[in-house]
């Protein structure tokens, strides 16, 4: 009799360990999927894109230095406080890119493909028109999927 009584208060804690395990896990999976999914829409259709967001000054200045490869479908957007011309260079970056410079509209105004650097001091790739945004993929992506001048990047519950 004694288990008996028992058990309605071990049913209960199960299935509140269980709720809240799946409210942490939730919340958890929202952040990673609304703060790193972006869109670029394209003449061609939408492009999603899973990006890092680089926000603070040290990850603005590191960027994707050091990496050896970048997966498919992936890139880090830099998000700047103001809209001005954009200068970036490839100082220890190791592999290409191509960088899209966007308007506080979302709008992509002008398009680069940068090449790691192998000499001192390295290029410099500047935009000619204000940007706000940042996003660089790997070489050749933009051209893959469509990507040109005037398309618009959408950033999801930014």
């Not at 004694?2 to 804690?13: G, M, V």
């Not at 003449?43 to 894109?49: D, F, P």
């Not at 996003?135 to 959408?154: H, T, V, Y």
Request: proline share 6%; aromatic share 10%.
């Amino acid at each position: 009799m004694l288990l008996d009584s028992k058990r309605p208060f071990y049913f209960i804690a199960g299935f509140l360990i269980l709720a809240l395990s799946a409210m942490v896990f939730y919340s958890e999976y929202q952040k990673v999927a609304d703060e790193n999914s972006i869109t670029i829409i394209t003449g061609a259709g939408a492009m999603k894109i899973r990006a890092e967001f680089a926000k603070t000054p040290d990850q603005l200045a590191k960027g994707l230095m050091n990496r050896t490869s970048l997966p498919a479908d992936t890139g880090m957007l830099f998000i700047f406080p103001d809209e001005k011309p954009r200068s970036f260079w490839m100082k220890d970056t190791l592999i290409p890119l191509d960088l899209l410079f966007i308007s506080s509209t979302g709008r992509v105004n002008e398009m680069t493909t940068m090449q790691p650097c192998n000499e001192n001091p390295c290029p410099s790739y500047e935009s000619k028109t204000p940007a706000k945004y940042v996003l660089e993929i790997n070489s050749g992506a933009a051209a893959k999927r469509n990507i040109i001048e005037g398309d618009i990047l959408e950033i999801e519950n930014f």
